[in-house]
């Protein structure tokens, strides 16, 4: 049996600077997106390892799983065994339907020492539920709901071109600390690192 949750190197990173284990769960990009918009032509989820078979057929794997009943408790299995301090929800891929989101708040409410975090553009979903304190959901532009995003309220994120970009509009950098995401700070920027070309969302 596969694992569902997994490292890759920024979460390894992130563990090693912050002393923690941060593992996360990635879905098949797109397919999970219901409210992409703009974002789609920029995916880090559609290039580089994205585009390999094994890490196609290990997405769709998680995606199919996530599907079934049993999804809650072979992630708390894995919860467990591996003792996670932090849980990445959608390294690729999003909350694609009201079941897959409440297996997470669900997740959630039973593990309260463990905090599970995320970026999103379904935000008519999420905001439709009453989110546990250790689950925080940060807001992505580049969907066709960002309209829905109060900068003066919610937790968001921007996609910026380069360094320069970010520090001109004044936005914390996510993009090496996968903490950051979690921050009390509203706004924050991700430096954009595919090979697509480059077009502001």
């Given at each position: ?5 997994t ?6 990173h ?47 794997y998680?995606?199919n ?58 935000i ?5 539920y ?72």
């Open positions: 049996m596969k694992n569902l949750l490292q890759n190197s920024k979460l390894k992130t563990s090693e600077y912050h002393r923690c284990r941060i593992y996360g769960f990635g879905l098949t990009p797109i397919l999970t997106c219901p409210c992409a918009g703009d974002c789609k032509h920029l995916c880090y989820a559609m290039q580089f390892r994205f585009t390999f078979k094994k890490t196609k057929s290990k997405l769709r998680n995606y799983e996530s599907l079934k009943k049993s999804f809650v408790n072979r992630i708390q299995y894995e919860l467990n065994r591996l003792r996670c301090t932090h849980v990445r929800m959608n390294t690729s891929g999003d909350f694609y339907g009201t079941e897959y989101l409440e297996k997470w708040i669900t997740l959630a409410e039973c593990n309260p020492n463990i905090m599970f975090y995320g970026y999103t553009k379904s008519s979903l999420c905001k439709a009453i989110i546990p304190d250790n689950m925080v959901l940060r807001y992505s532009y580049g969907g066709i709901e960002d309209h829905l995003i109060n900068p003066c309220k919610d937790r968001h994120a921007i996609i910026c071109k380069d360094l320069k970009e970010l520090k001109n509009k004044g936005l914390i950098n996510g993009s090496k600390d996968d903490l950051q995401c979690i921050k009390p700070e509203l706004a924050l920027g991700l430096i954009y690192h595919g090979v697509k070309t480059y077009k502001p969302l």
